[in-house]
Structures are given as C-alpha cells and as structure tokens.
Nanobody, 123 residues
C-alpha cells in the first residue's frame, strides 16, 4: 500500500510556473507508476501525465503536452509535476496517484490516491 501527500499548490498569475510534489510512503514507492490528475469545479477528473516506475517512460495529455513535465526521484519517494505557461483554465485541484502498472496508469486507472492540492491561476 502507498500513501500519497501532495504539496506545492497555490495561487499564480497566468503565464507563471509552479512545481507540485507528491511524497509517497513505503519502500515500495519505486515499484509504482505514478500519475497526476486534476479536477476543476463542475468538470470530470482529467489525467494529465503518468510516469513509469523507473522514470523511463512518460505519458501526457494533449492539453498539457509541452507545458507540463513529470519526473520522479525514487530515492526521495517523490514525484513532481513542473507546470509552466499556466492558464486560467489550469485552475483545479491536482491529485497524484499510484498504480503497479504503467500501461494501466496511462488509461487513468490507479489504485492509490492523494488528497489533492489546489492550484489557482489568475488572469
């Protein structure tokens, strides 16, 4: 089992950057594929990006490709989402998630979830 805690959210101006972090508990963290989602009010949850357990493979939604970058540091049990060129439509609660299988993760299916962190982008 993996417990996940997101941090790094906040208020940023449009065009700015923000880096989210997700700290995972347990020695098994490095065995899990990780992902980032967001959910805006009144909208469905959206898979933004996923990364394989060793970081060798990544996946991005078209909506964030070229603006967001996922990475991980297994020595620190942490996965990151670097967000740049932020837009007002990026305002949402951002969640990280973990799953044993990268192939399944790219479809948006994850076994474990964090509590989320709010990102607000002002125009």
């Amino acid at each position: 089992q993996v417990q996940l805690v997101e941090s790094g959210g906040g208020l940023v101006q449009a065009g700015g950057s923000l880096r989210l972090s997700c700290a995972g508990s347990g020695r098994a963290f490095s065995r899990y594929a990780m992902g980032w989602f967001r959910q805006a009010p009144g909208k469905e949850r959206e898979l933004l990006s996923a990364i394989s357990s060793n970081g060798g493979n990544t996946h991005y939604a078209d909506s964030v490709k070229g603006r967001f970058a996922i990475s991980r540091d297994n020595a620190k049990n942490t996965v990151y989402l670097q967000m740049s060129s932020l837009k007002s439509e990026d305002t949402a609660v951002y969640y990280c998630a973990a799953d044993p299988y990268f192939s399944r993760a790219t479809t948006g299916s994850f076994d474990y979830w964090g509590q989320g962190t709010q990102v607000s982008v002002s125009s």
